[in-house]
C-alpha cells in the first residue's frame, strides 16, 4: 500500500478541519443560483408561449387578409374585364379599323384604373408607353384565342401587376387589360409590418409577464431557501409567514419542524448542560480526595525506592506500584475533566502576549526535552511575532507531540510557517509522526471526547480527552486544529494548528513584524 505524505514546508491541505463555519449559509449561497435559473426557465417558457402565439396570430391574420385581398382584386379585375369586353363589342363595328380601336382605348381610358393593349391580327393598339405586347405570355394568348377569359400576374416596370385578357364576343381582337397592385401590395406590406410590431410587443409583453408571475410565484421558494439555510446555520428562530395558498401549508409544516426541532434541541441542550454540570461537580468532588491520594501515592513511591529488596513479597510491591500508576493517571484524568469543563464553561483564561513564534517553539523544546523532536520553520515565518496565549499554545503542542510519540513512531517533526492574507495571516504548525497513522473511519471523530483510535493501543494511557481539549483551545486561540493520515504501516498522522496573526482581542491589538 503506497503512503500519503504531504510536503514539507508547504501549508497543508485542510481537510478534516473542524471549524465553526456557517454551513447552512454557504449550502444557500451554492445553490441559490438555481432558483434565478428556474425563475429565467419560467420566465422564457411564458415568453415563448406568448412569442409562439403571437406569431401564430399575426402569420395567421397576414395569410388570410392576403388571400382576401387577392381574391377581392381577382375577381374586380375579372369584373372590370369582362365589362371592358361587352363596351369593345358595342363600340367596335363588324371590320374594325385602328380608328375604331384607337375610339375603345380612350373608351376605356375614362373607365378605371388600368391599361389595355389590343392586339388586332397583326397591329397593336396600346394605351400607354408602358404596355407592351411582350408582357403577354404565349400561355395566356393561347387561352385568349381560345375564347376564354383568363389572368395571370406580370412585372409590368418593375411593379406587379394583373393581367386580364379575353376576345369580344363574334370578334378576333383579343384585349388585355393591366392592373396594377403595386398600391394594394404596399398597404398590405404596412399592415404586415404593424402586425410584426404587435408581435414584438406581445412577446415582450409576454417575457414581462412571464418574469413576473414566475418571480411571483417563486419567491416562496426563495424565502423557504433563506429560511431553512437559516436554520442549518443555527437560527432556529426563523420562521416562514403562512399565507393561504399551497405555499402557506408548507410553511406551515416547516414551521412545525422548526418548533420541533427548536424544543428538541432546547431539551438536548439543557441535557447538555446537565451532564457537563455534573462531570464537572464529580472531578471538583473528586479533586481534594485524589489530590490526597496522588502524595501518598508518592509516599509510597519513595518508600518502594528505599525499602531494601526482599522486605515486602514481590506481588505486594507490584500492587503497590500499580496503585500509585492508577492514581497518577486517575489525576491526570481529573485534571483534563476539570480543565474541559473550564472552557465549556467559558470560565478558560487567556493570556495575549505578543509572542515570537520560532523563539517560543524553540524554548518549549527545550524546557521539555523535546531532543527527539526535529523543529523546522519556512523562511517567512522567522521573526513573525504574534500574539497569542503561551500557556494554551504550548497545551495544544505539548499534547500533540506526546501523541505522536505516544500512539506514532518517531521521528516526530515540527514544521512551521505562514499564510499571508494581504495584511492578515496565519500562522500555521504542524506536528508529524511516522506510525501507523490514523485510520480513515477515525479521522471524522478524532477530536471528539474519550474517542480513541485504537483503545487497545491506548490501554495503558489515555483518556482520549486530550484531542478534544486541544481543539477547544485551538478555537479560545481563534485558530483551527484539524487532522489527516496517511495509509501505509508507516505513513504517519499530521496534526496541522492555524492561528491568526492579527487577533482582534479586547483591546483590538495587531501584530507586527519583529
Ligand atoms: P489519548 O489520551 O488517548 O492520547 P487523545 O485525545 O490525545 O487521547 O487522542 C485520541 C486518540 O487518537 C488516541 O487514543 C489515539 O488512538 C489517536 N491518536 C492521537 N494521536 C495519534 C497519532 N499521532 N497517531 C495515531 N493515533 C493517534
Redesign the pocket.
Known amino acids: 500500500m503506497s503512503a500519503r505524505r504531504p510536503g514539507r514546508g508547504v501549508p497543508p491541505p485542510s481537510d478534516h478541519e473542524q471549524t465553526d463555519t456557517p454551513l447552512g449559509d454557504r449550502a444557500w449561497r451554492r445553490r441559490q443560483v438555481f432558483v434565478p435559473r428556474l425563475r429565467r426557465r419560467l420566465a422564457f417558457a411564458f415568453a415563448a408561449a406568448i412569442a409562439v402565439t403571437s406569431l401564430v396570430m399575426v402569420a395567421g391574420s397576414y395569410v388570410l387578409l392576403r388571400a382576401a385581398q387577392d381574391r377581392d382584386a381577382l375577381e374586380g379585375a375579372l369584373a372590370q374585364s369582362r365589362f371592358n369586353l361587352l363596351l369593345a363589342q358595342s363600340l367596335l363595328p363588324a371590320d374594325p379599323v385602328e380608328g375604331d380601336f384607337r375610339g375603345l382605348l380612350a373608351a376605356l381610358a375614362i373607365r378605371g384604373d388600368f391599361e389595355a393593349l389590343i392586339v388586332d391580327g397583326g397591329s397593336t393598339y396600346v394605351s400607354g408607353p408602358q404596355v407592351s405586347r411582350a408582357l403577354v405570355s404565349a400561355d395566356l394568348v393561347r387561352g385568349v384565342q381560345e375564347g376564354r377569359l383568363v389572368y395571370q400576374a406580370v412585372d409590368m416596370m418593375g411593379a406587379e401587376t394583373l393581367v386580364v385578357g379575353g376576345r369580344a364576343l363574334d370578334q378576333a381582337t383579343e384585349l388585355y387589360f393591366f392592373y396594377p397592385q403595386a398600391e394594394r401590395l404596399a398597404a398590405l406590406a404596412r399592415v404586415r409590418n404593424v402586425l410584426i410590431a404587435l408581435g414584438i410587443a406581445l412577446a415582450a409583453l409576454g417575457l414581462a409577464t412571464g418574469r413576473w408571475i414566475a418571480r411571483s410565484m417563486l419567491r416562496p421558494v426563495g424565502q423557504a431557501g433563506r429560511a431553512a439555510a437559516r436554520m442549518a446555520g443555527g437560527d432556529l428562530d426563523v420562521r416562514l409567514p403562512e399565507s393561504s395558498d399551497e405555499f402557506g401549508a408548507w410553511a406551515a409544516s416547516f414551521n412545525m419542524m422548526a418548533d420541533s426541532l427548536q424544543t428538541k434541541i432546547a431539551a438536548l441542550e439543557e441535557a447538555q448542560v446537565r451532564e457537563r454540570r455534573f462531570v464537572s461537580d464529580v472531578a471538583h468532588e473528586l479533586r481534594t480526595p485524589v489530590a490526597a491520594l496522588v502524595g501518598e501515592a508518592s509516599l509510597i513511591e519513595t518508600r518502594l525506592r528505599t525499602l531494601p529488596g526482599g522486605t515486602l513479597p514481590p506481588d505486594s510491591r507490584r500492587a503497590l506500584e500499580l496503585i500509585s500508576v492508577d492514581i497518577g493517571r486517575l489525576h491526570r484524568l481529573i485534571e483534563e475533566l476539570l480543565e474541559i469543563s473550564r472552557i465549556d464553561a467559558g470560565a478558560a483564561e487567556i493570556e495575549w502576549t505578543e509572542t515570537n513564534v520560532v523563539e517560543f517553539l524553540g524554548k518549549m523544546m527545550e524546557v521539555h526535552s523535546f531532543d527527539d523532536v526535529q523543529l523546522q520553520a519556512t523562511r517567512d515565518i522567522e521573526g513573525l511575532v504574534m500574539l497569542t496565549d503561551r500557556r494554551l499554545l504550548e497545551r495544544i503542542l505539548l499534547?500533540?507531540v506526546?501523541?505522536?510519540r505516544?500512539?506514532?513512531r518517531p521521528p516526530v517533526e515540527i514544521e512551521l510557517g505562514a499564510e499571508r492574507e494581504r495584511e492578515d495571516g496565519r500562522v500555521w504548525i504542524t506536528v508529524t509522526?511516522h506510525?501507523?497513522?490514523?485510520a480513515p473511519a477515525?479521522l471524522p471523530h478524532?477530536?471528539d471526547r474519550f474517542?480513541?483510535?485504537?483503545?487497545s493501543?491506548?490501554a495503558s494511557?489515555?483518556?482520549?480527552?486530550?484531542?478534544?481539549?486541544?481543539w477547544e483551545t485551538a478555537r479560545l486561540l481563534g485558530g483551527s486544529l484539524s487532522s489527516e493520515?496517511g495509509v501505509g504501516d508507516s505513513a504517519?498522522?499530521r496534526?496541522t494548528l492555524r492561528l491568526p496573526v492579527r487577533i482582534v482581542a479586547d483591546s483590538d491589538t495587531i501584530v507586527t513584524d519583529a
Open positions: 499534547n500533540l506526546g501523541n505522536a505516544k500512539h506514532g509522526d506510525g501507523v497513522g490514523i477515525d478524532i477530536f474517542y480513541k483510535a485504537d483503545p493501543r491506548s494511557g489515555g483518556s482520549g480527552l486530550g484531542l478534544a481539549i486541544a493520515s504517519g498522522a496534526f
